[in-house]
């Protein structure tokens, strides 16, 4: 909210400012500017005063509008530099230093777009050994907005260097690093990511403006008064709340309570990220099994911080409670209170201030017994208790383009190369409505770019959480398939992790592959080399017999099962009942064969298709894993 207030009075400054010619944030030393195209300069001064801008042998003059803008456009110029700028006003001239002409690359989405260097896999090494003066750095701060802004919060462009990469996007450093081993042009990089976010965020008003269900959202933006919601009203007091808490009184914390009306999350996360914002009370409820022997001896339940205030019950049986918002919760067990088999655990959440939510990291929530650790975190159900309704905090998913407005917006005058873009982890819940929300985001952002051709390359979502034990729905295998179908659209490729993710954190720490997949599509699309950028891509299927044969895009020189002994796994099968189970599958030539004892008469095959499809082995001769897929359009569960 206060870095809201400040971009507007920022703005503000800059308009009425005078005497002084004064730059973007985003134009400043140690800049990119992007090659092969007309070079766009503006800024700020009085009115009617001249400013002259030079670069590189080329000169324009101009004059400030009545808005007190002005905007010159010099000749588009190869890669190249370093190079000085000089831009003369009445009475100030600004040099900037040290300048390359090369090809910029916006890196955009979320947490695991915003990953920095130095939590990375081998840390200390690539940063040792990121000292590329070719590659320029611009990381944009955190802001949001209810309008289009004019500029950027940013510290300006850096050369790479161990000294300035730490902080820096991962993804966007092994990207940029890997183009570099292949073309002899200079690298820039925009950082633009906020983690947990969601793609309407990054979208423009006008797209979303619409889109039904977003409509009446961006009109309240428009409001003049829109701010003033977010202000502290009377509110009953939160004791008030808890004493008409019908979760409670209705005993939700029982095995037996009847859960038909309570809704899926993930968790850990914000109230904020499931559209709930305010104070009260929301239950949580999640399953997990013991065996016999995991029963006999005390377990922890580990549920990390819940902002604010918890009670939690095991099997109807409260085992703990704590008033800290950011304490993490570990709860003891003892014996007597387990089951063999199912339990269920529940939690009760309060919040009284701001966001609420499970605040901790992936790998804090988990049952702890004397042999195993299980996994808490991913797919829990949840109900609303009560939320006072006249409390609305503003995070960055709390209404459509606030994001693209703050972080975007200002970019749209500069020339790029493309866009490189991981998100969709916090969408996964919607996953269906994401195969047209995403590709609405890429088409606007290349009209607001005015750059129809833009390439934009995206890297579908991880392998995460706890390996299914049964074939069965998954919302993070439907939004992989919104993100692949994407690649309907021209100028736009997919680079997958379905092999690298962790099962216990969603961020992957291994960025370097991330960053290697991307580059390829940015070489094979962009720059014009001949390798290879996908793996084996779904083609087609023939049903014969009890069999199901099928054919493959991109195997390169053949298909491959990464596996000691040459198993393909991953597969199921499935007859008209639509019941999936695992199935045998074999590579013959270049195609495969998939079958069951179980099922006489097939007629769809599923590959991958899991949150965390660990076992999944397909490959192509160059080692890249085959994208998973689904032959059925049978409704999913995200599928309203």
């Known amino acids: 909210m206060k870095r809201i207030y400040i971009s507007t009075l920022l703005m503000l400054f800059v308009v009425t400012a005078f005497a002084k010619v004064k730059l973007p944030n985003t134009i400043s030393d140690n800049m990119m500017i992007q090659r092969d195209k007309?070079?766009?300069?503006?800024?700020?001064?009085?009115?009617?005063?001249?400013?002259?801008v030079s670069l590189n042998g080329q000169t324009m003059k101009t004059k400030a509008g009545k808005d007190k803008i002005w905007e010159v456009q010099l000749p588009a110029m190869p890669y190249g530099g370093p190079y000085e700028m000089?831009?003369?006003?009445?009475?100030?001239?600004?040099?900037?230093?040290?300048?390359?002409?090369?090809?910029?690359?916006?890196?955009?989405?979320?947490?695991?777009?915003?990953?920095?260097?130095?939590?990375?896999?081998?840390?200390?090494?690539?940063?040792?050994?990121?000292?590329?003066?070719?590659?320029?750095?611009?990381?944009?701060?955190?802001?949001?907005?209810?309008?289009?802004?004019?500029?950027?919060?940013?510290?300006?462009?850096?050369?790479?260097?161990s000294q300035t990469v730490p902080r820096f996007t991962a993804v966007g450093y092994f990207f940029a690093r890997e183009l570099q081993k292949e073309i002899d042009v200079p690298i820039g990089l925009i950082s633009s990511s906020w983690g947990g976010t969601v793609v309407e965020t990054w979208t423009s008003m006008e797209e979303m403006g619409k889109i039904p269900g977003y409509a009446e959202r961006v009109k309240m933006m428009c409001d003049p008064g829109f701010f003033h919601k977010f202000e502290k009203k009377d509110q009953p007091d939160i004791y008030q709340v808890l004493e008409s808490d019908k979760g409670l009184s209705e005993k939700w914390y029982l095995p037996e309570t009847n859960i038909t009306k309570w809704k899926e999350t993930h968790l850990p996360g914000m109230w904020s990220g499931m559209r709930i914002y305010g104070d009260g009370v929301i239950w949580f409820r999640k399953e997990f099994d013991l065996t016999a022997e995991q029963a006999k001896e005390p377990i922890v339940i580990s549920l990390g911080?819940?902002?604010?205030?918890?009670?939690?019950?095991?099997?109807?049986?409260?085992?703990?409670?704590?008033?800290?918002?950011?304490?993490?919760?570990?709860?003891?067990?003892?014996?007597?209170?387990?089951?063999?088999?199912?339990?269920?655990?529940?939690?009760?959440?309060?919040?009284?201030?701001?966001?609420?939510?499970?605040?901790?990291?992936?790998?804090?929530?988990?049952?702890?017994?004397?042999?195993?650790?299980?996994?808490?975190?991913?797919?829990?159900?949840?109900?609303?208790?009560?939320?006072?309704?006249?409390?609305?905090?503003?995070?960055?998913?709390?209404?459509?383009?606030?994001?693209?407005?703050?972080?975007?917006?200002?970019?749209?005058?500069?020339?790029?190369?493309?866009?490189?873009?991981?998100?969709?982890?916090?969408?996964?819940?919607?996953?269906?409505?994401?195969?047209?929300?995403?590709?609405?985001?890429?088409?606007?952002?290349?009209?607001q770019w005015k750059y129809a051709e833009m390439p934009f390359y995206w890297v579908q979502l991880a392998n995460f959480m706890k390996p299914a034990e049964e074939p069965g729905q998954s919302d993070w295998a439907e939004l992989r398939e919104s993100q692949h179908l994407t690649l309907e659209l021209p100028y736009t490729g997919e680079a997958l992790a379905i092999d690298i993710g962790e099962t216990e954190d969603i961020h992957p720490r291994n960025k370097q592959d991330v960053g290697h997949r991307l580059a390829l599509n940015a070489l094979a699309k962009t720059y014009g080399k001949e390798v290879e950028f996908s793996g084996p891509e779904y083609q087609s299927m023939k049903i014969d017999g009890n069999r199901i044969i099928l054919t493959f895009n991109?195997?390169?020189?053949?298909?491959?099962?990464?596996?000691?002994?040459?198993?393909?796994?991953?597969?199921?099968?499935?007859?008209?009942?639509?019941?999936?189970?695992?199935?045998?599958a074999a590579i013959k030539g270049n195609t495969i064969v998939v079958s069951s004892d179980e099922i006489e008469n097939p007629v769809a095959v599923r590959y991958a298709w899991a949150d965390n499809p660990i076992d999944a082995n397909l490959y192509n001769s160059v080692g890249l894993p085959a994208s998973p897929f689904r032959t059925d359009t049978w409704k999913v569960r995200t599928q309203y």
């Open 38 to 52: 007309p070079v766009s300069v503006w800024g700020w001064a009085d009115s009617g005063e001249r400013v002259t």
């Open 86 to 161: 000089t831009v003369q006003g009445n009475t100030n001239t600004i040099v900037l230093k040290n300048i390359l002409i090369g090809d910029i690359w916006v890196c955009g989405g979320q947490s695991n777009m915003e990953w920095l260097m130095q939590d990375v896999r081998n840390a200390d090494y690539e940063i040792k050994n990121a000292n590329c003066p070719t590659i320029r750095l611009l990381h944009i701060n955190r802001a949001m907005s209810n309008k289009p802004e004019l500029d950027v919060d940013t510290s300006g462009w850096m050369e790479c260097t």
């Open 305 to 447: 911080a819940i902002d604010d205030w918890d009670v939690t019950y095991l099997n109807g049986q409260e085992i703990g409670k704590m008033d800290s918002y950011n304490t993490p919760r570990e709860y003891i067990v003892s014996p007597e209170r387990l089951k063999v088999g199912r339990n269920v655990l529940v939690v009760k959440a309060v919040n009284h201030t701001g966001d609420g939510g499970f605040t901790g990291e992936m790998k804090q929530m988990y049952c702890l017994t004397a042999n195993e650790r299980i996994p808490l975190a991913g797919d829990w159900k949840y109900r609303v208790s009560q939320i006072i309704e006249t409390t609305e905090t503003l995070g960055p998913n709390s209404y459509p383009s606030l994001l693209y407005n703050a972080m975007l917006a200002p970019l749209t005058k500069f020339p790029i190369k493309g866009t490189i873009w991981y998100q969709g982890e916090s969408n996964s819940g919607d996953a269906y409505r994401y195969r047209s929300l995403f590709p609405n985001m890429i088409r606007d952002w290349r009209k």
């Open 554 to 584: 991109h195997i390169a020189q053949g298909l491959v099962a990464k596996d000691k002994y040459g198993y393909l796994k991953g597969f199921t099968i499935a007859g008209a009942d639509q019941k999936f189970v695992y199935a045998q």
